[in-house]
């Protein structure tokens, strides 16, 4: 059976992803048969499975830094917001049900049955099994019955690294605080702490370290200096679709409540010649941009009913007006048709809402769901693209009579008759290079980044390395070794 450990946070977002998918990549490039493994996760960042189903994205980039093909039992419980107090929830790859935050309290018992499952038999085909925790574990609120932190961890026997993030302040208190906070036996699992995303002289935080080991009893696993290239790779929370560069083609993405997929946007944050603007609801849409992107989203008439009222719509018209291009992806291709209709409730009360009426074609949501990865190319150009479907809904229309694409032998997407509004069901188009330039060389850019595949390649390698210089990598080995045997 494998050896395992657990990576847990201070708090979302404090790196844990990160520093798994490094872990991954680190141990596997020894020749380590290494995998990510996340009993809970909550996003709507998500991946395709090559058997079919869906997980985390940042488990998806885990399992390519350990050189393995991401499987739905890598994250056997994805929890993707629908609502303010709702979420979808996927089990094994495939979606379940949607349920309150009040009625997830009384599923996790048969929950925790399905990711102790996943994990054995992801466990058999591995020689370490990195597992990574969710949110934080000082929320002792959610202890009883917990899957995701000290109750996953209890369950599996397995020790816990806790990791800080300096950079957001506080980092003595995130970590002691934890330790004050948490129950005697859980406290007892945590067998070293990580500072992570330091900036400047190390030596000067020597201190803040001596006092965290003081204050816990727990031994220090590493100082990890801030990573510039970090924010190259896939995020998983909405925080991480920042906006990048600075080039003269600006690419304006309209925030949406519940954006799903942003990963979208990565390649395009590289570019040179790009800038991407992440307009927050309250904004205008920016009169000078060449593209204005509307992204996936996980609810898409509400998020529609969002995009109207801050004026959206109005400022759309307007750049369409000038001459500017418009892109919709998976529910924001959805958007741009004449309606979404959801006679079954599938996203909330049953109904139908106008859509921005951008390409002829009509939605209707159902409750099958499509989850599969796809290969074809452009119908402009020939260029090929690789991708993936994640969406419920079925469209139709005359629109679809001008597609955009060919995949797998079937036209899909559409384009406007003036060629300037295009939509598509397909993510992560462009990470094909040649479609990517091909698309933006029509914007005005000059410039081109390196091949999208070979950075991300580059990038974890040098992450792995930045790792191995500053942690304790022996001592994290040790710690794996000690699980019991109820692993």
């Not at 657990?6 to 977002?13: C, H, P, R, V, Y």
């Not at 400047?200 to 006092?211: K, Y």
């Not at 099958?368 to 809904?393: M, Q, S």
Request: proline fraction near 6%; hydrophobic fraction near 45%; include cysteine.
């Amino acid at each position: 059976m494998a050896r395992a450990i657990m990576i847990q946070g201070t708090g979302s977002n404090v790196g844990k992803s990160l520093i798994v998918a490094g872990l991954c990549r680190l141990f596997a490039r020894r020749g380590c048969a290494v995998a990510p493994f996340k009993p809970q996760n909550m996003s709507n960042n998500a991946a395709v499975t090559i058997d079919g189903g869906e997980i985390g994205r940042a488990q998806a980039l885990q399992a390519r830094a350990a050189l393995r093909d991401p499987v739905n039992d890598m994250n056997p419980v994805l929890l993707k917001p629908e609502s303010e107090s709702g979420a979808q929830i996927v089990v094994q790859g495939r979606r379940w049900r949607t349920a309150s935050a009040r009625d997830y309290l009384a599923l996790k018992p048969r929950l925790l049955a399905a990711a102790r499952e996943s994990f054995t038999r992801l466990a058999a085909t591995a020689d370490l099994v990195i597992v990574e925790g969710a949110g934080s574990p000082a929320e002792i609120n959610l202890r009883a019955g917990d899957i995701a932190n000290m109750g996953f961890a209890e369950a599996l026997g397995l020790p816990v690294v806790l990791v800080g993030d300096i950079d957001r302040g506080g980092v003595i208190a995130q970590i002691v605080g934890t330790h004050a906070v948490l129950s005697a036996r859980d406290r007892g699992r945590i067998r070293g702490f990580i500072v992570n995303r330091f900036r400047g002289d190390p030596s000067l935080f020597a201190d803040g370290m001596a006092a965290i080991e003081t204050h816990t009893g727990w031994p220090t696993l590493g100082l990890l200096p801030w990573f510039e290239a970090a924010a190259l790779l896939p995020g998983e929370d909405t925080m991480d679709a920042a906006p990048a560069g600075g080039g003269p083609v600006k690419i304006a993405v309209p925030q949406l409540r519940r954006m799903a997929n942003f990963d979208d946007l990565d390649p395009l944050r590289a570019e040179p010649d790009v800038t991407l603007e992440i307009v927050p609801p309250g904004h205008p849409l920016p009169g000078d941009a060449a593209l204005v992107l509307l992204p996936g989203s996980k609810s898409t008439r509400a998020d529609l009913e969002h995009f109207r009222r801050q004026g959206w719509d109005i400022d759309l018209a307007a750049h369409l007006r000038r001459g500017g291009e418009v892109l919709g992806i998976c529910g924001g291709y959805q958007m741009l048709g004449r309606e979404i209709r959801d006679p079954e409730g599938v996203e909330g009360a049953p109904g139908v809402t106008e859509g921005l009426g951008l390409l002829d074609i009509v939605t209707e949501m159902t409750g099958a769901k499509t989850t599969r990865l796809v290969t074809g190319r452009a119908l402009e150009g020939g260029f090929p693209v690789t991708g993936y479907e994640i969406h419920v809904g079925r469209t139709t229309g005359d629109g679809l009579a001008r597609p955009w694409l060919e995949i797998a032998g079937r036209q899909e997407g559409a384009v406007s008759a003036d060629g300037k509004v295009r939509g598509t069901y397909v993510h992560g188009l462009f990470a094909a290079d040649d479609f990517r330039r091909a698309f933006l060389a029509r914007l005005g850019a000059g410039r081109f980044a390196p091949a999208h595949e070979a950075r991300m390649e580059a990038i974890l390698d040098d992450w792995a390395d930045h790792l191995a210089t500053h942690l304790d990598i022996p001592a994290l080995e040790r710690l794996a070794a000690t699980v019991d045997g109820k692993v």
